[in-house]
């Protein structure tokens, strides 16, 4: 029998129980509300014959990277795929086409799939919020971008979840320089849906990038009484408030939130690697004894070696395994990256895989003292800011400061002073940042522009100076 959800998309199902938890699920998954999964495992019950309620439970698991989410999305997979798919409609049989893709490991094929379903249905939420979380994570910038550009004409304020595409693009726009337009559509996301998280981590992303980190911290303060309810969104948006306050120069109320907020139940979950690892990363870069928080990351990153998906998590393995001294574990993570970069044939997964080789090369270095062997890993690799790695711009961010200081130590300091140079034409609010730069314009022998670079350190908002 076939239903229409609640933005008139054809849904093959037998109830109208069925179909109301399936429209239920996608509203929790699109406001990252943890009974989003619950919603749609009832959504089978009702109808076990639900192909498209198996195939959105395969894809919550994947897009969950559980330790092998692969697993369970198989087996959800395969109920999908045991139900009469002759009967389902194009665009569910895709959905089901596009979950093998992504179960087996062929990620740019699903992303294919996902933007055929779209031109052909632009109001398939969920699929525009795979696409879009996908391409993030492999690398693909315009591709933020596009997941949404390509379809946000046919979408109205009226419609269930518009606040969500609003809040995509926002994202999107700001990933590819244009952080004007996407404030105005993050902010409209916002006014409209308040508990529209995405939409409120991509403006505090906004407020990151222009460099205006007190309007951020009160942007973000005005919701944190609100995610009690929310999956780990929650902790990465604590982190990109942690993140402003170390871009201030305020290091210990950057460790407060770590240690009661986002780091305070580390697990082998990526983000949690990802969240901890890079802050300690960032605090210890400027000088901050961050004591034995790298130990309580330690389990949780050794065992994430086993379960690797994403290029960004395998860099926080790498610094955890570095800074704890776990020299045995991070070549074996080299040795790993190297064996998938041989097998690949796809372009993007091969540039992914030789930038993820060397970044890591370079933290194995940094970590033992060999600053310029670190320095010559990361410049091999840092045009186009690293993006093969995947992540946000600021998120990768944590790379360019690691070659800027591994070239300050290296006493490389025409390449260290290149790489803040950079770092202030995108943020020039940034204290610290000047003061590295003063210290390598000072090493190159230019005491005037590294006394200009300390003058102006005290004219922007840090505790630095
Ligand atoms: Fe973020």
Not at 47 to 56: E, L, S
Not at 346 to 355: G, K, P, S, W
Request: hydrophobic share 40%.
């Amino acid at each position: 029998m076939k239903y229409t959800d609640v933005r008139g998309l054809e849904l093959t199902v037998n109830n109208a129980k069925a179909l109301s938890a399936y429209n239920k699920s996608i509203a929790a998954n699109a406001e990252y509300r943890i009974s989003a999964a619950k919603y749609m495992e009832r959504a089978v019950v009702e109808d076990p014959n639900f192909t498209m309620a198996y195939c959105v439970l395969g894809y919550y698991m994947m897009a969950a990277e559980a330790m092998a989410p692969e697993g369970a999305a198989r087996t959800y997979l395969e109920e999908a795929e045991a139900t009469n798919l002759e009967q389902v409609t194009p665009r569910e049989r895709a959905s089901v086409a596009a979950l093998r893709a992504w179960v087996e490991g062929r990620q740019d094929d699903a992303t294919v799939i996902w933007e055929k379903i779209l031109d052909e249905h632009p109001l398939d939420l969920l699929t525009m919020q795979l696409l879009h979380y996908r391409c993030f994570w492999l690398g693909k910038k315009e591709s933020i971008r596009d997941s949404v550009s390509r379809y946000f004409g046919h979408w109205d304020p009226s419609m269930p979840n518009y606040s969500n595409v609003l809040g995509m693009y926002c994202f999107g726009l700001n990933e590819n320089d244009d952080s004007a337009r996407g404030l105005e559509y993050g902010r409209r996301a916002i006014d409209l849906n308040k508990d529209d998280l995405w939409a409120v981590h991509a403006v505090s992303h906004v407020l990151n990038d222009r460099g205006e980190q007190h309007a951020g911290i009160s942007f973000l303060k005005q919701f944190d009484t609100t995610w009690s309810d929310r999956n780990a969104i929650r902790e990465h948006l604590w982190w990109h408030e942690a993140l402003l306050w170390w871009e201030l120069g305020d290091f210990d109320k950057t460790l407060e939130l770590y240690d009661h907020h986002f780091a305070k139940n580390i697990t082998p979950f990526y983000l949690d690697v990802q969240n901890s690892a890079s802050m300690l990363w960032r605090l210890e870069s400027v000088g901050v004894d961050v004591g034995d928080r790298w130990m309580q990351i330690s389990d949780a990153a050794i065992k994430r070696i086993d379960y690797r998906y994403l290029p960004w998590t395998d860099v926080h393995v790498a610094m955890t395994l570095g800074r704890t001294g776990k020299q045995n574990e991070l070549d074996g993570l080299l040795v790993l990256i190297q064996d998938d970069k041989v097998k690949v044939r796809n372009a993007r997964m091969y540039a992914a895989l030789e930038t993820n080789s060397a970044v890591c090369r370079a933290i194995s270095s940094y970590c033992n003292g060999d600053y310029s062997a670190a320095l010559e890993s990361l410049l091999a690799v840092r045009s186009d800011n690293f993006r093969p790695l995947g992540a946000s711009n600021v998120q990768r961010d944590v790379i360019a400061m690691m070659a800027g200081i591994a070239a300050l130590k290296a006493r490389e300091f025409a390449t260290a002073r290149a790489v803040f140079a950079q770092r202030l034409e995108a943020k020039p609010s940034n204290q610290m940042t000047w003061l590295f730069y003063a210290d390598a314009a000072q090493g190159c022998g230019d005491h005037d522009a590294a006394d200009r670079a300390r003058a102006k350190a005290k004219t922007v908002q840090g505790l630095r100076v």
